[in-house]
Antibody
Framework: QVQLQESGPGLVKPSETLSLTCSVS??????????WSWIRQTPGKGLEWIGF???????NNNPSLKSRVTLSVDTSKNQFSLRLSSLTAADTALYYC????????????WGQGTLVTVSS | QSVLTQPPSVSAAPGQKVTISCSGS????????VSWYQHLPGTAPKLLIY???ERPSGIPDRFSGSRSGTSATLGITGLQTGDEADYYC???????????FGGGTKLTVL
């Protein structure tokens, strides 16, 4: 059973950069058929896919977030990370990390989520 | 406004059957696989259905999925109070180049 756990600040200021890390246990982040993903849930907009990274460092981000997203992976720590820049109040959300298995929409394992509030 | 359209809520009595619809277009549901998720607030979302109608191990056969054209449907039979949750559909959108989700459907078991 793969387990994922998000970590990061709960409160960030507008215009700053959010950094979140997802720690993976029960599977190697080097797993060939896994896509390590980020999804967020905002109160008014439901679930929004942010993007994924694989063990080779290949990434794909949601075009709606344009160039604000940076994804990285640390295979030595079995972790992957999200950086989201130029924050606004609209980025206030519950952020989840997840593992997509073989297909990006097949999100088979999720973390519990971490609430991020953007406020001065 | 979500790319995929779901009814905001559905309800049924224990033991009954309910279906939840998910409507999209040819750029998403019409040409890509659909997944369904169960989400109880405060917990991690759970994958119920993938590839339109496949169940991961451990998911009871009370849960089923189907796809027809640009719509998909989640069916739940033998409703239990523990099934009360939010349900989301998701798929890849070829035009947008992103995974997209429905707005979610709140299931109430009366």
């Amino acid at each position: 059973q793969v387990q994922l756990q998000e970590s990061g600040p709960g409160l960030v200021k507008p215009s700053e950069t959010l950094s979140l890390t997802c720690s993976v246990s029960g599977d190697s982040i080097r797993s060939y058929s896994s896509y390590w993903s980020w999804i967020r849930q905002t109160p008014g907009k439901g679930l929004e896919w942010i993007g994924f990274i694989d063990s080779s460092g290949n990434t794909n981000n949601n075009p709606s977030l344009k160039s604000r997203v940076t994804l990285s992976v640390d295979t030595s720590k079995n972790q992957f990370s999200l950086r989201l820049s130029s924050l606004t109040a609209a980025d206030t959300a519950l952020y989840y990390c997840a593992r997509a298995e073989k297909k990006l929409e097949r999100l088979s394992d999720w973390g519990q989520g971490t609430l991020v509030t953007v406020s001065s | 406004q979500s790319v995929l359209t779901q009814p905001p809520s559905v309800s049924a009595a224990p033991g009954q059957k309910v279906t939840i619809s998910c409507s999209g277009s040819s750029s998403n549901i019409g040409n890509n696989y659909v997944s369904w998720y169960q989400h109880l607030p405060g917990t991690a979302p759970k994958l119920l259905i993938y590839d339109n109608n496949e169940r991961p191990s451990g998911i009871p056969d009370r849960f089923s999925g189907s796809r027809s054209g640009t719509s998909a449907t989640l069916g739940i039979t033998g409703l239990q109070t523990g099934d009360e949750a939010d349900y989301y559909c998701g798929t890849w959108d070829t035009s947008l180049g992103a995974v997209v989700f429905g707005g979610g459907t709140k299931l109430t078991v009366l």
